[in-house]
């Protein structure tokens, strides 16, 4: 038996940083969704636990030595206590290290694809506190549905949203998140009053996504300008409603008024940036 689980692009609609906390953790508050693009992650029944990587950018995740989804399954299994393993091949298809979740959606697909794989009787609440223990972002990609985030990100609100065309693009620079949070100098705090019952519609969504920002973009756009080249180019298109980074960089996303207009916007931007990675998709 092989399972397999998609690990979606978390895209964060809005980021607001607070001043660092005694722990050093910046309280945050976000509206994060998920596209149809994403990783793949497959797992099966194997002595050992073992990982596979293939995929467009895999070769970004073959040096480290302790991948994330490892990480996940080992502490599924200590939880559980079981010595079961899995050989588990990871299809990265999504850039890394570039504020779209790619590596906390893996370890959330690695969770959920193992505790059906080892027939394990650990609920979601389990199942989110072993996510929190992995990294801020991780909680909210297990359930990978679009929620309000505050805390460090693991106190998870859902927030149910119209469907959206959105357009993915990241430069192929890499930002790391450490460095960005370090050139952070005006924070919106974190006290926003959050919708509680979702967004009716597009329209009331947008009015709500205008009154907010994202705190990293100006550190990360001074860090790599090319930011800037890619948000305007987004922001030039037709149809476009909003264009914004999503969580610490370097991918820029667009938000449509169709799907149409959207596909046409990636035509133009991949005709014009081939060295750029350009995803067209809708938010869900």
């Known amino acids: 038996m092989i399972i397999t689980e998609p690990a979606s692009a978390k895209v964060n609609l809005f980021l607001h940083v607070g001043i660092r906390r005694a722990d050093g953790f910046h309280p945050l508050q976000s509206l994060a969704v998920f596209t149809e693009v994403g990783d793949v992650l497959r797992a099966e029944a194997a002595p050992r636990l073992s990982l596979v990587l293939d ?7 073959q040096a480290e030595n302790d991948n994330l989804v490892l990480r996940a399954a080992r502490a599924l299994a200590a939880e559980a206590r079981t010595l079961a393993g ?12 570039s504020g779209i979740g790619g590596g906390s959606a893996d370890a959330a697909a690695a ?3 193992l505790r059906r794989l080892w ?22 990609c297990v359930p990978s549905a679009s929620a309000t985030m505050e805390g460090r990100g693991e106190i998870l609100t859902p927030a149910p949203l119209p469907r959206l065309p959105i357009l993915l693009v990241n430069p192929g620079v890499a930002v790391p998140t450490r460095d960005v949070f370090a050139a952070l100098k005006t924070r919106s705090g974190a006290d926003l009053a959050l919708p509680r019952d979702g967004f009716a519609d597009a329209a009331a969504l947008l009015h709500f996504l205008n009154l907010t920002r994202n705190d990293l973009e100006a ?3 001074a860090l790599q300008p ?14 476009v409603r909003l264009a914004r980074m999503s969580g ?20 133009s931007l991949q005709a014009a940036h081939p060295g750029w990675w ?3 998709s809708f938010t869900r």
């Open 278 to 280: 350009v995803a067209p």
């Open 111 to 113: 969770l959920r694809a």
């Open 55 to 61: 995929g467009p950018f895999a070769a970004g995740l």
């Open 86 to 97: 899995a050989a588990v091949t990871l299809t990265k298809n999504l850039p890394v290290a």
């Open 219 to 221: 550190p990360a756009r």
């Open 248 to 267: 610490s960089g370097a991918t820029c996303f667009a938000l449509f008024d169709d799907d149409a207009a959207c596909a046409s916007g990636a035509a």
């Open 226 to 239: 090319v930011i800037g080249t890619v948000l305007d180019a987004l922001a030039a298109l037709p149809g």
């Open 119 to 140: 027939k394990l009787e650990i609920g979601d609440a389990a199942l989110l506190e072993i996510a929190a223990m992995l990294g801020s972002d991780v909680p909210v």
